[in-house]
Nanobody, 122 residues
Framework: QLTFVESGGDLVQSGGSLRLSCAASGFTLAYYDIGWFRHAPGKGREGVSCISSSDGSTYYADSVKGRFTSSRDNAKNAAYLQMNSLKREDTAVYYC???????????????WGQGTQVTVSS
């Protein structure tokens, strides 16, 4: 069973930084594309990133490009999301999980954890 545990969320001021961590268990992370998505109150799910298991290429949503960096450590079965220059609109619950590109060109996520809350204050 694929299990994810996200951590690192916090209350931070606008312009600040946070690093989210994702501990995976029950499978070998190296074999999967892994990414992050977020869900803000009143908004739909938004794919944030997806790192390829084959070549390490990474997708980023336009809203976070240049500010967020997604990484993975296959030896530790872990993934990370470094978030810099945070904005109020980044406030959301962040989840990590297995990601894939669907036929419509949209990134979808499977097997995510309980999420971690990120709140950005002005």
């Amino acid at each position: 069973q694929l299990t994810f545990v996200e951590s690192g969320g916090d209350l931070v001021q606008s312009g600040g930084s946070l690093r989210l961590s994702c501990a995976a268990s029950g499978f070998t992370l190296a074999y999967y594309d892994i990414g992050w998505f977020r869900h803000a109150p009143g908004k739909g799910r938004e794919g944030v990133s997806c790192i390829s298991s084959s070549d390490g290429s990474t997708y980023y949503a336009d809203s976070v490009k240049g500010r967020f960096t997604s990484s993975r450590d296959n030896a530790k079965n872990a993934a990370y999301l470094q978030m810099n220059s945070l904005k109020r609109e980044d406030t959301a619950v962040y989840y990590c999980g297995v990601c894939r590109l669907d036929v419509g060109g949209v990134y979808e996520y499977d097997h995510w954890g309980q999420g971690t809350q990120v709140t950005v204050s002005s």
